[in-house]
């Protein structure tokens, strides 16, 4: 894989996120108090929210660091880690681009 498919595959990630985290933020807007459903129904809803709001963090950290990389894949460290200095193997710089620590290092 080159590193214009790199940055297909990239792009396409974001665009994604992007879509997940306005689903998310949706999803997490303010449970209004005149909605009459129980409080039990409140409380789960409550709960999801919680759990909603975590997931649109993650989401949006994710979106911040892969629009960040994609300035950086065209530069000589890009796929080199960080700590060990080695090459990154390509499945991992797929999964996971906007890491800059092989397996090894970031364990």
């Known amino acids: ?6 940055k297909d595959h990239i792009s396409k990630e974001i665009e ?5 985290v306005a689903q998310y933020k949706e999803l997490t807007k303010p449970i209004s108090p ?3 459903i129980g409080r039990v129904s409140r409380m789960d809803a409550i709960n999801n929210k919680s759990v909603l709001e975590n997931a649109l963090r993650k989401a949006e950290e994710r979106l911040y660091k892969l629009k960040e990389i994609t300035d950086k894949i065209d ?3 890009f796929g080199i880690c960080r700590k060990c200095h080695q090459k990154i193997p390509l499945q ?3 999964l996971r681009p ?3 620590l092989c397996v090894s290092c970031a364990s």
Do not use: F, H, Y
């Open 1 to 6: 894989m080159n590193k214009e498919e790199l």
């Open 16 to 20: 994604r996120l992007e879509k997940q």
């Open 34 to 36: 005149e909605n009459a």
């Open 75 to 77: 530069g000589d460290n």
């Open 92 to 94: 991992r710089v797929m």
């Open 98 to 100: 906007e890491s800059g």
